[in-house]
């Protein structure tokens, strides 16, 4: 059976994700940050999560050789984060607030919740890096709704969380 790209990703589409920024630092200390979907936790004990990063991403090296990362997870009032993040401009940093976290990397201000990792592992997977990491700390908000991405667009959660 073949697989033609796009009707993938249009299936895939149809289970939502929330949307986050992974964020690390470059060799020479500037902040590094791409939106991603494929985020997941992966073990409570140890605290692990994941996230996939594409071998074409402009800061994959960055976050090869950097031995930490923070995912931001977006409230649904950061859609501009994550489309700026998601572009390849520069100057993406330019007015965003953060704070240093673990191991320098930026922390997010006003996301849902922030998870500062220290990286475990990474795994070739197709055409993306797949990123362990252990969770050193980590903050959430007890209110928010976080941003959800649906069928190739942003979707409002309606229902459960406030």
């Not at 800061?59 to 923070?70: I, P, S």
């Not at 990397?105 to 220290?118: G, K, W």
């Not at 993306?128 to 903050?139: A, D, K, N, T």
Request: glycine share 10%; with cysteine; charged share 20%.
């Amino acid at each position: 059976m073949s697989f033609n790209p796009r009707t993938f990703r249009n299936a895939l589409g149809c289970f939502p994700t929330g949307v986050t920024i992974v964020t690390t630092l470059a060799d020479d200390g500037s902040p590094i940050g791409v939106t991603i979907s494929s985020f997941t936790s992966l073990s409570l004990s140890p605290p692990l999560v994941l996230f996939c990063l594409g071998d074409q991403s402009s800061g994959l090296d960055a976050f090869l050789r950097a031995g930490h990362f923070a995912v931001n997870v977006l409230s649904d009032e950061q859609r501009d984060l994550s489309d700026r993040f998601a572009s390849r401009k520069e100057h993406k940093w330019k007015d965003v607030a953060f704070e240093a976290g673990t191991g320098g990397v930026p922390i997010l201000a006003d996301c849902v919740a922030n998870f500062e990792c220290s990286v475990v592992d990474v795994h070739q997977g197709g055409d993306h890096r797949i990123f362990i990491g252990r969770v050193e700390r980590m903050h959430y908000s007890e209110t928010g709704k976080p941003l959800v991405y649906h069928r190739g667009d942003y979707a409002a959660l309606t229902s459960g969380i406030e």
